[in-house]
């Protein structure tokens, strides 16, 4: 089957289903926000902290992890005054907690901070110091407040496995409410946190409110074995109360060991999850999408057909340990410490260099880069300096730059947050399609498409050497090949789900005899009410599917809820992926396997931690 037919979309397709920005009046008294005055989101009366994002999710989730206790002011007449004092500023005097509960808060707000941040626990010290230095000028009165807030180290390491159990917590009370979950698997390698296994879950509830979270870390010292990943799995899962029947997916970098239709771990999942759904669900195998996480360093991995980046980055090596005069190289070299917290090997210089425009960069700076090699004086120096003087070797660069910029589009759309996962078949479709183009403008010799091999190939002109022929050849005509195979063998699963997300995505221009038996009547009932119709035009999918009448759609629902929980995008493990590079220096000095997990809970987690909770279960703790 060609690719092209596959993927091929509905006639009409809904635009991308994130919810409109528009803040709501009720939403006052049940959240205590206000709108803005320049429009743009809410702002908190008891916080006063700006809500930028105004779903209402966002406004939810701020109110339930900051000020929940508010409920006890629940009776109409009570919440409006609340409303009205909250309004004039006079917080306090609504729920008051101790000076201590304030001293504590304000602890857990410090450590929280430093974990976003990857700052070294030792440094809530710095940040003491900077309030005394304030306080002491503006509020000189105040400033014995400071030593009742305890920002010793060892308590901001208590600190941060608290906040992440917490989160963990909201996880574990979010997951038994998901009417279907799917999960994602990072075993990506990073610098200081090689040999883990990274594990994601994507559920949503019966009111189509989408989480991700991670859901654990596993440790595959002495290489992967798919019982212990199974174990450990199983143990997160039930700890979060989701259970193996509502697994609905799989998506994953696509490694070897995860991907093995012989005992691989996708094998296994399929098999519990269809041991679990035996006598409700059928035995429908799980969809996987292999390579959707980290897209970007696997398309250049096939397209890299001359080992350019291994070779630029020992060229990146050698210039960081002996210097330059060049003003350009040494620019390079400093973006590519600041991304890396500092501390840049081979291994570091090669991801920078497969995911940002840095090779571009390199190939703009070639020239400096020959003059560098030439004074540099290592023996080998000749040979790589002979490569920047190579027309063969100069189009794998060229290529590889321009394809990149490729990959670089197609893997910010599956970055984007927010939508379903239909978006990904029209995103890797379009994609697909434009390598067919790719291939045959090369083939003609046309480098519309290719600036830097265009750029390249003017210049080879002038000196008597030939471009667009080495370009037009088979090596990289096989090598977009490769990846156009790969991108249909990764996502091939998706089209025995393609009828669902079809019809998730658009159910009154889905053809109802396309719909399996048990849902036609249920989407004949759909089409011919122009209320729903009406309502499908104006609210965001998911809100048209949790408004649908209680019972009248129950069999529709129970596809659309497998459909929405399909993971969307590669956002939560981008997140963590530049988490881990960003701070590795102080990440690879952590004594405890535990508190690594804890500030990768915190750096990747969507929800707000509940520091009330924490500062209440501490002065339980201490009665």
């Known amino acids: 089957m060609a690719f092209s037919k596959m993927w091929a979309t509905p006639k009409r397709r809904r635009a991308e289903p994130e919810e409109q920005h528009v803040f709501r009046s009720e939403w006052t008294q049940r959240y205590l926000v206000v709108e803005r005055d320049d429009g743009e989101g809410a702002e908190c009366l008891v916080c006063r902290r700006p809500i930028v994002a105004t779903r209402e999710r966002d406004v939810r989730r701020h109110y339930e992890a900051e000020h929940e206790h508010y409920e006890v002011y629940s009776a109409g007449g009570e919440r409006a005054a609340l409303v009205e004092r909250l309004r004039r500023g006079d917080a306090m005097s609504a729920v008051a907690m101790t000076r201590e509960e304030r001293a504590a808060r304000a602890g857990l707000g410090v450590a929280h901070l430093l974990a976003l941040h990857g700052r070294h626990w030792a440094e809530a010290r710095l940040v003491r110091r900077c309030l005394e230095s304030v306080l002491r000028e503006t509020l000189p009165d105040h400033c014995r407040v400071l030593d009742e807030v305890d920002l010793s180290p ?12 917490n989160l963990q917590g909201q996880l574990m009370a979010r997951g038994p409410t998901f009417q279907a979950y799917s999960l994602a698997f990072d075993d990506q390698g990073f610098v200081g946190t090689e040999g883990r296994l990274m594990v994601f879950v994507r559920g949503v509830d019966q009111d189509y409110d989408v989480d991700e979270e991670l859901l654990t870390v596993v440790n595959l010292h002495g290489g ?14 039930a700890r979060s109360g989701l259970a193996w029947d509502k697994l609905v997916g799989v998506a994953s970098t696509g490694s070897s060991w995860i991907s093995d239709p012989h005992g691989g771990l996708v094998q296994v999942l399929q098999d519990r999850a269809s041991e679990a759904r035996g006598a409700v669900g059928g035995h429908t195998p799980l969809p996987h999408c292999a390579g959707l996480l980290h897209m970007q360093l696997m398309g250049s991995r096939e397209l890299d057909v001359g080992g350019v980046v291994d070779v630029v980055a020992g060229w990146l090596a050698l210039l960081r340990t002996r210097g330059t005069r060049s003003i350009g190289l040494k620019m390079l070299i400093e973006d590519a410490e600041q991304s890396h917290g500092g501390d840049v090997n081979l291994l570091c210089l090669g991801s920078w260099l497969r995911r940002t425009k840095a090779l571009k960069r390199v190939f703009h700076l070639r020239r400096d880069l020959e003059v560098f090699l030439t004074e540099s004086g290592k023996p080998r120096s000749s040979d790589m300096r002979d490569l920047l003087q190579d027309p063969d070797w100069l189009c794998d660069l060229s290529f590889l730059v321009d394809m990149q910029t490729h990959l670089a589009e197609v893997a910010n759309e599956l970055r984007l947050p927010g939508t379903f996962a239909f978006t990904i078949m029209d995103h890797i479709c379009a994609f697909s399609d434009k390598l067919q183009m790719l291939r045959t403008h090369l083939s003609e010799g046309d480098l519309t498409f290719f600036p830097s091999s265009r750029e390249l190939c003017e210049q080879l002109d002038e ?3 030939t471009g667009r022929e080495v370009l037009a050849s088979h090596r990289y005509q096989e090598a977009l ?3 156009h195979g ?7 699963d ?10 998730f995505a658009d159910p009154f221009s889905f053809p109802v005899e396309n719909a399996p038996q048990h849902i036609q009547e249920e989407l004949i009932r759909m089409k011919s009410s122009s209320t729903l119709l009406s309502e499908y035009r104006e609210e965001t999918l998911g809100s048209f599917y949790a408004g649908l009448p209680p019972g009248c759609y129950t069999e529709l629902q129970a596809v659309t809820y497998r459909a929405a929980s399909l993971f969307d995008s590669s956002c939560l493990s981008d997140k963590a992926y530049s988490y881990l590079l960003q701070h590795q220096a102080r990440l690879t000095h952590l004594t405890s396997e535990e508190h690594l997990h804890a500030l990768l809970r915190i750096a990747t987690s969507n929800f707000e931690p509940r520091l009330d909770d924490l500062v209440r279960y501490r002065s339980r703790s201490l009665a």
């Open 224 to 237: 992967p074995h798919v019982g212990h990943v199974e174990q450990v799995l199983n143990e997160a899962l």
């Open 494 to 503: 998706l089209c025995a789900v393609k009828r669902d997300l079809d019809m």
């Open 481 to 483: 090949a490769r990846l």
């Open 486 to 492: 790969k991108l249909q063998r990764n996502f091939e």
């Open 154 to 165: 060892e308590s901001m390491a208590k600190k941060t496995l608290g906040l992440a159990r």
């Open 463 to 465: 000196q008597g050497h």
